[in-house]
């Protein structure tokens, strides 16, 4: 019993020694030893987990100095030339506007590093016009669209009155639509649809831009996997975004799935309307 019980111990430490019993309790000893393995393999997942954090986190400190220093050196300039030429001066001001707005975004990558865990939070469900809702978060990214040229077509169904916690839906697409606008090319269009069927809610989002390769698409909703791999800070995040939209579609018993082919990547939203109202 107590060789029994030493196992059971065992079983959460993370040595890779495994657990002996006596022949009578091989079938004992191979449920433990899998156990064993499974909790082991899941503290290091954690540990992998926490090093992206920290990763991330390193990396965006980086990111943030830039920006706001350009912020700080161009409203210097300002101020310490009063008599500056006007169209110099306006091209500073742009300027220093397009790094704050950069700046501003980091901040809210950091923010989404320290709230990315929502699995304790519990959903505050109320009847949703998900149509009203995605030309709200159009209307919000004109000003991102405009700096790349870019065309946010709708087209959206009638009646999609769905039971849901709409800030959270609102949140995966936001998340969506600004990876969207932050991959495309230039002048390119990005199409947004929703329709209702018996079942389901979809909505798919598919913009132009670069063809996500097979093994990168597999990886695109882990936590902190950015596609660039922090190659060009100023297109890649903090790679939550995606990441928390998921978890958000799984507490709503609803999917998202991306494809990537001919230059084309599609998202796909999946919300079933049985058993919202709970």
């Known amino acids: 019993i107590m060789k029994i019980m030493d196992s059971l111990d065992s079983v959460l430490d993370n040595s890779a020694d495994d657990i ?12 433990l ?45 300002l101020c310490e030339a009063p008599d500056m030429p006007e169209e110099q001066r306006n091209k500073f001001i742009r300027t220093a506007f397009e790094k ?14 320290t709230r990315y865990s929502l699995s304790d939070k519990a959903l505050v469900k109320k009847e949703t016009d998900l149509c009203f809702l995605i030309e709200q978060i159009a209307d919000e990214f ?9 065309c946010l077509n709708l087209d959206l169904a009638d009646d999609l009155f769905i039971f849901v916690d709409a800030e959270k839906i609102a949140r995966v697409f936001n998340n969506v639509i600004k990876n969207a606008i932050t991959y495309s090319y230039p002048q390119s269009v990005i199409e947004v649809s929703a329709k209702k ?6 909505a798919k989002i598919k913009n132009h831009g670069e063809t996500i390769p097979n093994d990168k698409l597999e990886r695109i909703f882990d936590k ?14 903090t790679g939550l975004g995606l990441a928390i939209a998921k978890e958000i579609m799984r507490m709503h018993n609803g999917t998202i799935t991306a494809e ?15 058993n919202n109202i709970q």
């Open 20 to 31: 002996g019993l006596p022949t009578e309790f091989s079938d004992l000893q191979n449920w």
């Open 33 to 77: 030893n899998l156990l064993k393995t499974q909790n082991r393999e899941q503290q290091h997942l954690k540990e992998i987990e926490v090093q992206k954090k920290s990763d991330t986190l390193t990396y965006l400190a980086h990111d943030i100095r830039t920006p706001l220093a350009s912020v700080v050196g161009y409203l210097s300039l």
């Open 100 to 113: 704050a707005l950069k700046f501003e975004n980091l901040i809210d990558e950091f923010f989404d590093i």
């Open 142 to 150: 004109y000003p991102f669209l405009q700096q790349k040229g870019l």
């Open 197 to 202: 069927s018996s079942e389901y809610i979809i």
């Open 224 to 237: 902190f996997y950015r596609t660039d791999e922090f190659g060009d800070s100023d297109i890649g995040g």
């Open 260 to 274: 990537s082919f001919e230059e084309n990547t599609v998202f796909t939203i999946t919300l079933p309307i049985d």
